[in-house]
């Protein structure tokens, strides 16, 4: 006896196929209804075992359209299915469908039920009348299926409406016509992705020089993916996906994420400074000493023996000199290997300038600089270390005093200001400003344009070092007519002051 089962899932076909093969059917599967159509044409089998929920033609319309057919209207059918429905089971009776079996079946009961059919079978004499009236019942099950498809569609479309519109995440769509025909609520707030809403959309600003080759790439490819570029001081990654002609593209804004990458990394390098700095200090401290103890004590020494050796004096003094600039070194050196919790107390930061310009404004005003003062007074408060500030000022005013050095009219003014979030402290000098080409450079650990043979090169990474310690920030600003570094603190807000206030 040849059987027909119509099953899309094989485990399921091949769980039937060996209990009926026992049992000495020989079946053969159709995978879906329109396969079940064919099949029964093309074999005749003895009976179809047909499920319902089946992909392209459900079960009992291709059972309708098999009972419908002259040439295969005689062959028994039943149904085999997972559903627990009485409509369906009303159909399939209607149909002419001679049992209706639910999974999971009996392997015992099963093989001999399939028997008992094929032997009282009436081969399918059940009236054809009926069909019309499943057929139109049919049709009517399908206008049903659509409108729940429809409702499922607007349900998604407004699932995704939802999620576009609330991310915070640039995304918009350019057409076939290159117009950004749809940008959602994040594009808008973008000024240049405004000027483009409903016009035709410019993607040279986005690729810059490199328009063509990209446009060419993005249509062979279908995507670009991870595009970098920047705009007005806003750096996005890009992906762009053709679709049906249109491209969608979606920007991520990482101008934040940037910005604190370049501060992890500026940290890492000079904690990088910090750790070799530790081990050789270590090993310089102690033959430095000694050296220096003998080089004080050496011109002393030199007179009793012979005071008017002028060449012996020229080499103690470039000794020193020598030792001078190590000391300097191993000092700096010193300020990146120390520990970084130190404890921060409050600061009045005028009074701390104040302090440090009484034992260094010698060195200052003696190349003849006019410094000029200008306090906020009264300023807000910092927590802060205050040798750790006075070291980052002290380097700032000695740059300054270095790059006035060669100006007619030799100015530095330093500034104390504040405004809602910090205390800001500037610095500016007459001197011929930094060049272009070494501004990304100034503040990395020993670069030096300096060849006093005195200068280390570590001034400005200390001060970035001390800024970023205390969560605060430094700016430069620089032209032919000079430069001026601005330093800004956290100021300790009102609600905050409390305590003892140490170190004003
Ligand atoms: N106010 C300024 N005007 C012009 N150039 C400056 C100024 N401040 C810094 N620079 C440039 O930045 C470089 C790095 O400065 P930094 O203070 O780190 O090192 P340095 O002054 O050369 O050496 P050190 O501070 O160890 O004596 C300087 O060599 C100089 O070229
Ligand atoms: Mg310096």
Request: aromatic share 10%; glycine share 4%.
């Amino acid at each position: 006896m040849n059987i027909l089962y119509v099953e899309d899932n094989f485990d399921n076909y091949k769980l039937v196929e060996f209990i009926l093969s026992k049992n000495g059917f020989i079946v053969a599967n159709a995978v879906d209804g329109l396969d079940a159509l064919e099949k029964a044409e093309k074999y005749k089998p003895d009976l179809i075992i047909m499920d319902i929920d089946l992909p392209n033609l459900k079960g009992l319309e291709a059972a309708t359209l098999i009972k419908s057919k002259e040439n295969t209207k005689n062959i028994p059918i039943v149904v085999l299915t997972a559903a627990h429905n009485h409509e369906y089971k009303n159909i399939a009776e209607t149909i002419g469908c001679l049992a209706y079996f639910t999974k999971p079946i009996d392997p015992i009961s099963f093989p001999q039920d399939i028997k008992r059919i094929l032997l009282n079978d009436s081969h399918g004499s059940k009236s054809i009348d009926h069909l019309a009236t499943q057929l139109s019942r049919s049709l009517e099950q399908k206008a049903r299926e659509a409108a729940h498809f429809n409702k499922e569609i607007l349900k998604g479309e407004r699932r995704f409406n939802v999620i576009v519109e609330s991310s915070m995440d640039p995304i918009f769509i350019v057409d076939t016509n290159g117009i950004m025909t749809y940008a959602n609520s994040c594009s808008l707030g973008y000024e240049f992705l405004r000027s483009f809403y409903k016009k035709k959309f410019d993607f040279s600003v986005l690729f810059k020089d490199d328009v063509e080759n990209l446009l060419k790439l993005l249509n062979q490819v279908g995507y670009l993916k991870n595009f970098k570029f920047s705009i007005e001081n806003t750096t996005f990654i890009g992906n762009f996906v053709l679709f049906d002609g249109e491209v969608m593209i979606i920007l991520k804004d990482i101008t934040e994420i940037e910005n604190i990458s370049q501060k992890q990394k500026d940290l890492d390098n000079i904690s990088l400074v910090g750790r070799i700095a530790s081990g050789i200090i270590h090993e310089l401290n102690n033959p430095l000493s000694a050296m220096k103890t003998y080089i004080d004590i050496y011109p002393s020494k030199i007179s009793k023996v012979n005071n008017k050796d002028e060449v012996v004096w020229e080499f103690a003094n470039k000794l020193k000199t020598s030792l001078e600039k190590i000391l300097e070194l191993v000092n700096n050196l010193t300020f990146f290997a120390r520990d970084k919790n130190e404890v921060k107390v409050k600061l009045n930061i005028n009074t701390t300038i104040k302090e440090l310009l009484s034992f260094s404004d010698y060195d200052i005003r003696k190349g003849n600089v006019n410094l000029k003062l200008e306090y906020k007074e009264p300023i807000s408060l910092i927590y802060g270390v205050k040798s750790n500030i006075e070291q980052a000022l002290l380097n700032l005013l000695l740059n300054a005093n270095d790059a006035v050095r060669t100006s007619t009219n030799p100015q530095i003014v330093l500034k104390t200001d504040e405004n809602d979030d910090f205390v800001i402290i500037s610095i500016a000098d007459s001197g011929p400003g930094i060049p272009f080409e070494i501004q990304k450079e100034i503040f990395e650990p020993f670069f030096s344009t300096k060849d006093d043979g005195k200068s280390t090169g570590l001034g400005l990474s200390i001060v970035k070092k001390v800024v970023l310690e205390h969560k605060g920030g430094v700016e430069f600003f620089t032209s032919d007519n000079g430069t001026e570094f601005v330093l800004f603190f956290p100021k300790i807000k009102e609600e905050n002051l409390d305590g003892k206030d140490q170190g004003i």
